[in-house]
């Protein structure tokens, strides 16, 4: 079981009950995938033909959903969430990347091959009656069990486990047909309106930066860059720079998914549902983001990506969010010289190419960079070399993501800008993807700026101690410009401010809201959601306002 370490913490009596129950879910699975054989041994009559027509029949609704099983295997690791219907999102990184997909998880295939062999092997070559009706009688007796295993599973909704105890009760056939429902954010009722006001404010002083020319703002996202990689030898570059610049201790992203991670960061939108914010970049109206507030203060507005156009939704998020202009695979001078075979391009070399095209440009500019060699499946260049005792290709990408930053930072440290900009380097998210509690989301976040007078204010003004999340990084953005956000929305605050903080987060059904005083986790369904503690107070204040007023604008457009 190749996910066998998840089960780490987890009791065996729970284990055995989880298998038990699980039963049931694979049972009421078995019924609604194999509808149609049913009602064909019922409706047509016992012949040869129909016999083989029912097989046949029972075969082609049975494949797919085994290959949706095994690729669940992976998926789950890479996601910590069962399979959905959310991976359309990614549809078109898929379609590009098929043939990198079937090579590197060769062995998904290979399964599904010999499971499909078993299939033709089995095809009835003669009439037999007592198959035929013993196949009828199989149906019928999913039938039966199945409406008995909803019951025993209403009674195991209300067990207390973790994310890993709770998936075991399901599978990723009915995850996915359950997911293929439309998932509109409703309205909730936790508090008064009167205290949803009070308690989403968020402290929005000016921190009265003083700057003797105009500031660049260059964002650095490092795909799966946690917390728990610094520190330890994977990334002497970044270690080095956070003891340079301002580097916050506890520090978190919004989400699981870099597709989460951009409205987080560039728009303060925070993760708290199911949907993903950037399949709303279609309608009308749209939060204020970084690039628009800098474009409307007179600033040249660029978003990198070294992957194909079209990954993710990135480039047609970023016209909707204000940046001029969009720079990714398609547009690098030398893609078939340095593709890395599966997502874009070599970390080191598209570093590279957005530096050079960043000095292009006049000044002031505000960019955001968005890395990828360290995404699976952890396509690094040649010249690159492994360590001896490295774990694994995961701890290997980011030797090689931080020897990439390296190498940009050397780079841009010759051009005529690079004195008059702020960095701020972040993580999209954890590469921990199962893991639980905090250490699932806690990301570095550095803010860096190589003059000295600068880097003094961002010092004296920071608080590195503080609790701190993706949705905060738009306010100090504009706090340190001294930008009025006017528009900006009310779930993130600057990290200049001086308070203890706090972060929320949202992940398959559970809100989680990490502070000083304590951690609160709770389900709508659930009695947890009585709480009325200060932060859990807090909590559902933020999320009344995110389902009541936030996304009801887009799903009344």
Same mark, same amino acid.
């Given at each position: 079981?190749?996910?066998?370490?998840?089960?780490?913490?987890?009791?065996?009596?729970?284990?055995?009950?989880?298998?038990?129950?699980?039963?049931?879910?694979?049972?009421?699975?078995?019924?609604?995938?194999?509808?149609?054989?049913?009602?064909?041994?019922?409706?047509?009559?016992?012949?040869?033909?129909?016999?083989?027509?029912?097989?046949?029949?029972?075969?082609?609704?049975?494949?797919?959903?085994?290959?949706?099983?095994?690729?669940?295997?992976?998926?789950?690791?890479?996601?910590?969430?069962?399979?959905? %219907?959310?991976?359309?999102?990614?549809?078109?990184?898929?379609?590009?990347?098929?043939?990198?997909?079937?090579?590197?998880?060769?062995?998904?295939?290979?399964?599904?091959?010999? %499971?499909?062999?078993?299939?033709? %092997?089995?095809?009835?070559?003669?009439?037999?009656?007592?198959?035929?009706?013993?196949?009828?009688?199989?149906?019928?007796?999913?039938?039966?069990?199945?409406?008995?295993?909803?019951?025993?599973?209403?009674?195991?909704?209300?067990? /207390?486990?973790?994310?890993?105890?709770?998936?075991?009760?399901?599978?990723?056939?009915?995850?996915?047909?359950?997911?293929?429902?439309?998932?509109?954010?409703? /309205?909730?009722?936790?508090?008064?309106?009167?205290?949803?006001? /009070?308690?989403?404010?968020?402290?929005?002083?000016?921190?009265?930066?003083? =700057?003797?020319?105009?500031?660049?703002?260059?964002?650095?996202?490092?795909?799966?860059?946690?917390?728990?990689?610094?520190?330890?030898?994977?990334?002497?570059?970044?270690?080095?720079?956070?003891?340079?610049?301002?580097?916050?201790?506890?520090?978190?992203?919004?989400?699981?998914?870099?597709?989460?991670?951009?409205?987080?960061?560039?728009?303060?939108?925070?993760?708290?549902?199911?949907?993903?914010?950037?399949?709303?970049?279609?309608? /009308?109206?749209?939060?204020?983001?970084?690039?628009?507030?800098?474009?409307?203060?007179?600033?040249?507005?660029?978003?990198?990506?070294?992957?194909?156009?079209?990954?993710?939704?990135?480039?047609?998020?970023?016209?909707?969010?204000?940046?001029?202009?969009?720079?990714?695979?398609?547009?690098?001078?030398?893609?078939?010289?340095?593709?890395?075979?599966?997502?874009?391009?070599?970390?080191?070399?598209?570093?590279?190419?957005?530096?050079?095209?960043?000095?292009?440009? =006049?000044?002031?500019?505000?960019?955001?960079?968005?890395?990828?060699?360290?995404?699976?499946?952890?396509?690094?260049?040649?010249?690159?070399?492994?360590?001896?005792?490295?774990?694994?290709?995961?701890?290997?990408?980011?030797?090689?993501?931080?020897?990439?930053?390296?190498?940009?930072?050397?780079?841009?440290?010759?051009?005529?800008?690079?004195?008059?900009?702020?960095?701020?380097?972040?993580?999209?998210?954890?590469?921990?993807?199962?893991?639980?509690?905090?250490?699932?989301?806690?990301?570095?976040?550095?803010?860096?700026?190589?003059?000295?007078?600068?880097?003094?204010?961002?010092?004296?003004?920071?608080?590195?101690?503080?609790?701190?999340?993706? %949705?905060?990084?738009?306010?100090?953005?504009?706090?340190?410009?001294?930008?009025?956000?006017?528009?900006?929305?009310?779930?993130?605050?600057?990290?200049?401010?001086?308070?203890?903080?706090?972060?929320?987060?949202?992940?398959?059904?559970?809100?989680?809201?990490?502070?000083?005083?304590?951690?609160?986790?709770?389900?709508?369904?659930?009695?947890?959601?009585?709480?009325?503690?200060?932060?859990?107070?807090?909590?559902?204040?933020?999320?009344?306002?995110?389902?009541?007023?936030?996304?009801?604008?887009?799903?009344?457009?």
């Amino acid at each position: 079981m190749n996910n066998h370490d998840l089960l780490k913490g987890i009791s065996l009596n729970s284990i055995v009950k989880a298998s038990f129950l699980g039963l049931g879910t694979d049972i009421i699975t078995l019924i609604v995938i194999n509808c149609l054989p049913f009602l064909c041994t019922i409706l047509f009559p016992y012949t040869r033909l129909s016999e083989k027509l029912d097989y046949l029949i029972f075969a082609l609704c049975n494949l797919p959903f085994i290959l949706i099983s095994l690729i669940d295997v992976e998926y789950f690791r890479f996601t910590g969430q069962p399979l959905s %219907i959310s991976v359309l999102n990614i549809k078109t990184d898929i379609r590009q990347q098929t043939i990198s997909l079937v090579t590197y998880y060769w062995y998904i295939s290979l399964i599904l091959l010999l %499971i499909s062999v078993v299939f033709i %092997i089995f095809i009835p070559r003669q009439a037999s009656f007592t198959r035929y009706f013993l196949h009828k009688i199989t149906l019928i007796l999913l039938l039966i069990f199945g409406s008995q295993s909803i019951s025993d599973l209403s009674v195991s909704s209300g067990i /207390k486990e973790n994310n890993i105890y709770k998936y075991m009760l399901s599978n990723a056939t009915l995850s996915l047909i359950r997911s293929s429902r439309t998932t509109e954010v409703k /309205k909730i009722s936790l508090l008064t309106d009167a205290e949803v006001a /009070k308690y989403i404010r968020r402290d929005s002083s000016r921190h009265h930066f003083f =700057h003797q020319k105009k500031q660049n703002v260059f964002i650095i996202i490092c795909e799966s860059l946690s917390s728990e990689c610094l520190f330890k030898g994977k990334t002497p570059f970044l270690d080095s720079l956070s003891q340079q610049g301002l580097s916050m201790k506890s520090f978190y992203a919004n989400g699981r998914e870099s597709i989460d991670a951009i409205p987080a960061i560039l728009a303060s939108v925070p993760k708290l549902s199911d949907n993903h914010f950037i399949q709303y970049v279609s309608h /009308k109206t749209y939060p204020k983001t970084i690039g628009s507030f800098l474009k409307a203060s007179g600033y040249k507005t660029m978003f990198f990506h070294g992957a194909r156009d079209g990954s993710m939704g990135f480039k047609t998020f970023t016209r909707k969010a204000g940046y001029d202009e969009y720079f990714g695979m398609d547009t690098y001078p030398d893609k078939s010289k340095h593709f890395d075979g599966a997502w874009g391009i070599f970390d080191e070399y598209f570093l590279s190419y957005a530096c050079q095209t960043v000095s292009k440009v =006049h000044a002031p500019f505000h960019s955001v960079l968005f890395t990828l060699s360290s995404h699976n499946p952890y396509k690094l260049p040649s010249h690159f070399p492994l360590k001896k005792g490295e774990k694994n290709e995961m701890h290997t990408s980011m030797r090689y993501a931080d020897y990439s930053l390296k190498k940009f930072f050397r780079e841009a440290e010759k051009t005529d800008w690079y004195q008059n900009t702020l960095f701020i380097i972040t993580g999209d998210h954890t590469h921990l993807q199962t893991a639980e509690g905090k250490e699932a989301y806690q990301v570095p976040l550095i803010i860096f700026h190589p003059d000295k007078y600068e880097s003094a204010q961002i010092k004296r003004k920071g608080n590195s101690l503080k609790i701190a999340q993706h %949705i905060d990084i738009l306010p100090s953005v504009l706090d340190f410009l001294n930008i009025e956000e006017k528009k900006a929305l009310p779930f993130g605050e600057s990290l200049f401010s001086v308070n203890e903080g706090m972060a929320f987060s949202y992940h398959s059904g559970v809100y989680h809201l990490f502070s000083p005083s304590e951690d609160v986790s709770f389900t709508l369904n659930r009695s947890e959601a009585k709480n009325q503690t200060f932060a859990s107070i807090k909590l559902k204040a933020m999320l009344q306002y995110y389902h009541n007023t936030f996304m009801q604008s887009y799903h009344n457009h």
